[in-house]
């Protein structure tokens, strides 16, 4: 999972919930609630959070604790069987395969994994 980011979620980036529930609507009240000065509406309720994204209190976990939602990858990567070099990232499959080179053994479509996938990151 990737860390809340307070200036991005209020700048729109996507924010999901620990377990994964879409989130809209972060805003950040100035109030006299310092804790809890943040609210996001999280299946139709709204929700306050701390400005770290933390549902109950920086020390608890909680399901509706704030996240960064991945970012999705686009391209096309075509893999070859014995071709060790660097390969290019093809905006759409038809440039994948018009310039694939023989050997070929497979087209992977990236906008099926997030950012980092694989990489043993967040």
């Known amino acids: 999972m990737i860390k809340f980011n307070l200036e991005k979620a209020l700048n729109g980036a996507k924010v999901i919930t620990r377990d994964g529930r879409e ?26 959070y701390s400005k770290d994204g933390s549902y109950i209190s920086s020390n608890d976990y ?11 990858l ?21 440039d994948a395969d018009r310039l694939a080179m023989n050997g070929r053994i497979a087209c992977i479509d990236l906008s099926q994994f997030p950012l980092g996938y694989g990489l043993g990151g967040e």
């Open 62 to 72: 909680s399901e509706l604790d704030l996240f960064m939602a991945p970012e999705i």
């Open 23 to 48: 989130v809209s609507q972060v805003t950040l009240f100035d109030s006299s609630n310092e804790e809890w000065p943040l609210c996001a509406v999280v299946g139709g309720e709204i929700l306050s």
């Open 74 to 94: 686009s391209g096309f990567v075509n893999v070859y069987d014995s071709i060790d070099d660097d390969l290019p990232c093809h905006a759409t499959r038809d």
